[in-house]
């Protein structure tokens, strides 16, 4: 790999131009040299056009070792950045290969990934952790609650929720599905993200909280940045709860009418509001290539960001207001 021309794979391009744009203004930060290469299995997905460098990859379904290292070669790929939650554990189980060919997968480790990936299994993992996962059935009991949350199983959780139904309405749609989905109690209260980033040694660099105060189809589209810092310390032990979390992870909180914290769920990715962290200084591209080049002395700790950034996405245009 020459480490002085990364070539970053940003994978699932989709519409994440305004992602597209911070990780590639990211990577600037530690060389002039640096190129971020878009590829999506669409070819005409909606950035496709809009990026500096784009390619198509085949769907991973049907893409093999061969054919990725055909694929990297051809485009001189030294690093691949997956961005969706249904290719993480694939880039995962792949990084030991592509490190013998001397490219980096940016992923965190399998175990880690499928703890976080399956929400029963999550709460599981997760219960013992300094912030108490939401308690998850896999099969209802409406004696226990008043109020429930109906959500995939697997996967994202924008996918398929139903979200604040009494006893009876939870009861009527559950009736209609299968083993797919899993119940929750539903919390009122406030929502936050909480962004870090975690170096190959275990430590957590961050975290940057940001309040989501419009969420569309589980993203951000209004968000700002805000301090506290007794939740930040519990989140750099979150992330840390379980080994295996490596670069860029994201977690969803919910703070109740006591303050007390629910986590939601955890992402080890970048995630749809993302470009608010990176804007304000969660450097986490620069860091994987100064991680890479020796020059870990150069991340912060503890970085210090700016309370009341914001990020506003309106028809698609993501803007920062400072």
């Known amino acids: 790999m020459n480490s002085l021309c990364p070539r970053i794979l940003f994978c699932s391009l989709s519409a994440k131009y305004a992602l597209y744009k911070e990780v590639e203004r990211n990577a600037l930060k530690f060389s002039s040299n640096v190129s971020v290469i878009g590829c999506d299995s669409n070819p005409n997905c909606e950035a496709a056009s809009s990026v500096d460098d784009f ?3 085949p769907n991973l379904k049907s893409i ?9 070669k051809k485009n001189r790929i030294t690093h691949i950045l997956p961005t969706r939650d249904a290719e993480l554990a694939f880039w995962a189980a792949k990084k030991v290969f592509l490190q013998k060919h ?13 703890s976080c990936d399956d929400k029963l299994t999550f709460f599981e993992y997760w219960e013992d ?8 059935f896999q099969v209802i009991n409406p004696n226990l609650y008043e109020r429930w949350v109906i959500k995939k199983r697997v996967g994202s959780g924008s996918q398929k929720l139903w979200l604040n139904l009494s006893k009876d309405e939870a009861i009527s749609v559950s009736s209609n599905l299968n083993n797919e989905f899993v119940f929750q109690p539903f919390i009122e209260g406030r929502e936050f993200t909480a962004e870090a980033w975690v170096s190959n040694r275990d430590t957590c660099h961050g975290p940057i909280l940001r309040w989501r105060e419009k969420v569309v189809d589980g993203e951000s589209h209004r968000t700002t940045l805000f301090q506290n810092i007794e939740w930040e310390e519990l ?22 009418k006591d303050d007390h914290l629910h986590l939601v769920e955890i992402n080890p990715r970048l995630g749809g509001a993302s470009p608010l962290a990176l804007r304000a200084g969660l450097n986490s591209i620069n860091w994987h290539l ?14 210090q960001f700016p309370t009341g950034m914001s990020l506003t996405k309106i028809n698609g245009v993501v803007t920062f207001n400072f």
């Open 290 to 303: 100064l991680e890479e080049s020796g020059s870990s002395k150069c991340i912060p700790s503890h970085p």
């Open 129 to 136: 952790s300094v912030i108490t996962p939401i308690q998850t």
């Open 64 to 72: 093999n070792n061969t054919k990725i290292l055909e694929v990297c």
């Open 55 to 57: 390619i198509v990859l």
């Open 235 to 256: 989140i750099r032990k979150l992330f840390l709860h379980i080994p295996g979390a490596r670069g860029h992870c994201l977690a969803q909180v919910i703070v109740d």
């Open 102 to 114: 001397g490219i980096q997968a940016w992923v965190s480790e399998l175990p880690f990934i499928k």
